[in-house]
């Protein structure tokens, strides 16, 4: 089953920190190594968008709206993917999901993040 698997989500208050996880266990090493890994959310009425990219060579993106309050990493060896989230706001609540920056694997079922004020 190629579809990843996220964890990691929960309720924090405004200002904490969070780290997420994605396991890519349906896909071996090989397959998952040359992708570009991307986090998504999707807040509650609005469209997903795109959070965090990471490409092969670990060369990282992000929206400006989380700039230098999330990182996004990987282990490829493992096949994981994560997203440490600090300062977190409550703008930042929503559903967290992995997959490759094109949207091409099948999407799984996230993991909530509710920040409260």
């Known amino acids: 089953q190629r579809q990843p698997v996220e964890s990691g989500g929960g309720l924090v208050q405004a200002g904490g920190s969070l780290r997420l996880s994605c396991r890519a266990s349906?896909?071996?090493?090989?397959?998952?190594?040359?992708?570009?890994m991307a986090w998504y959310r999707q807040a509650p009425g609005k469209q997903r968008e795109l959070v965090a990219t990471?490409?092969?060579?670990?060369?990282?993106n992000y929206a400006d709206s989380v700039k230098g309050r999330f990182t996004i990493s990987r282990d490829n060896s493992r096949k994981m993917v994560y997203l440490t989230m600090n300062n977190l706001k409550p703008e930042d609540t929503a559903v967290y999901y992995c997959?490759?920056?094109?949207?091409?694997?099948?999407w799984g079922q996230g993991t909530q993040v509710t920040v409260s004020s």
């Open positions: 349906g896909m071996i090493t090989s397959t998952f190594s040359p992708l570009i």
């Open positions: 997959n490759q920056d094109t949207g091409g694997l099948p």
């Open positions: 990471i490409s092969a060579e670990r060369n990282t």
